[in-house]
Structures are given as structure tokens and as C-alpha cells.
């Protein structure tokens, strides 16, 4: 599967965004998908991540702000950011894995996900 994320941008802080990820090559529902960001000088972190078995997993950090979605019909996989903050500012990645049924530990496990989008850039700033 081929996945391109789209969406991001410079926005001030308590703005709302909405990230995408369009997949193509395979079936969406054949994967697990999540996002994941980096900020400058600081490690990859999984932020949302949908097992593909109905249940969402979010980071600490983003819970009740973010909502991972997704469209399979569509091919497509999404991410709101609402309430956004400074330490939010990252590149944001999609990516999915061909192993169904992980727990949020799929978050802090970058390894089992085989297929990345190029990334898009969220910054926050007044």
C-alpha cells in the first residue's frame, strides 16, 4: 500500500486541522493505521493509531483533542487535531501495518508498521 498525507499547515494555538492520508495499492481494510509525528530534535511518537478491529488507541498527550478516522470506501485515513497547542508542532506521518488486532502499544512500536506516507507539516504558532 502506498500512503500520501495531506493536510497540514501554520495555524495558532486552540485552531482545529485536519490531516489525511490517502492510501492506494490495497484494500484499506486489510490494515491497521495510525499517525505518528516528530518534532525537531526529538524521537518519532505515535499519537492515534486504529487497530483495524474497531478500537482507537490515542497518546496521553492528544487524548480528547485528536480523533483518528478512516474511510475504507474511500481509501482514505484521517486525523482531527483540535485544541491545538506549541508542543504539537511536528512533521505528521501515517502509516500502516498488515497486522490486525494490536493494542495502543502499537503506538510506542513504530517496527510493526511496513508502510509510511512522506509526512506534512503542522505548526502551531501566534
Known amino acids: 500500500v502506498q500512503l500520501q498525507a495531506s493536510g497540514g499547515g501554520l495555524v495558532q494555538p486552540g485552531d482545529s486541522l485536519r490531516l489525511s492520508c490517502a492510501a492506494s495499492?490495497?484494500?484499506?481494510?486489510?490494515?491497521?493505521v495510525a499517525w505518528f509525528r516528530q518534532a525537531p530534535g526529538k524521537a518519532r511518537e505515535g499519537v492515534a493509531f486504529?487497530?483495524?478491529?474497531?478500537?482507537?488507541y490515542y497518546a496521553e498527550s492528544v487524548k480528547g483533542r485528536f480523533t483518528i478516522s478512516r474511510d475504507n470506501a474511500k481509501h482514505m485515513v484521517y486525523l482531527r487535531l483540535n485544541s491545538l497547542k506549541y508542543e504539537d508542532t511536528a512533521v505528521y506521518y501515517c502509516?500502516?501495518?498488515?497486522?490486525?488486532?494490536?493494542?495502543?502499544?502499537?503506538?510506542?512500536?513504530?517496527?510493526?508498521?511496513?508502510?509510511w506516507g512522506q509526512g506534512t507539516q503542522v505548526t502551531v504558532s501566534s
Open positions: 502509516a500502516a501495518s498488515s497486522t490486525l488486532g494490536w493494542d495502543g502499544k502499537a503506538l510506542t512500536t513504530p517496527g510493526i508498521f511496513g508502510w
Open positions: 495499492g490495497s484494500p484499506l481494510d486489510y490494515y491497521a
Open positions: 486504529d487497530s483495524g478491529n474497531d478500537r482507537v
